[in-house]
């Protein structure tokens, strides 16, 4: 059984940071590339960003130079640093794991609010 468990988000004043986790089991986490997506209220579903298994990271426009996602392939686990929060960051942030030709998996989603 697949699971992906995100935990870290939290309530956060404007220009603060959050650190994002997600724990995977039930894959072979190493052939999969994992990423953080985020949808707030009224809106679809977006990237936010995605690291292959040699780290090579993607990240939304939106949030180039302030998040920064990393994984450890011997821990199963893919990490989320959220710094200089905006106001528009307020979302559920959801784990992806992808492999080509295959369904994705999702985790269930940590809601991250950024208010003053």
């Known amino acids: 059984q697949v699971q992906l468990v995100e935990s870290g988000g939290g309530l956060v004043q404007p220009g603060g940071s959050l650190r994002l986790s997600c724990a995977a089991s039930?894959?072979?986490?190493?052939?999969?590339?994992m990423g953080w997506y985020r949808q707030a209220p009224g809106k679809q579903r977006e990237l936010v960003a995605t690291?292959?298994?040699?780290?090579?990271?993607n990240y939304a426009d939106s949030v180039k130079g302030r998040f920064t996602i990393s994984r450890d392939n011997a821990r199963n686990t893919v990490a989320l640093q959220l710094n200089s929060l905006k106001l528009e960051d307020t979302a559920v942030y959801y784990c992806?794991?992808?492999?080509?030709?295959?369904?994705?998996?999702w985790g269930q989603g940590t809601q991250v609010t950024v208010s003053s």
């Open positions: 039930g894959i072979i986490f190493r052939l999969y590339v």
């Open positions: 690291i292959t298994s040699g780290g090579s990271a």
């Open positions: 992806n794991a992808h492999l080509i030709a295959t369904p994705d998996f």
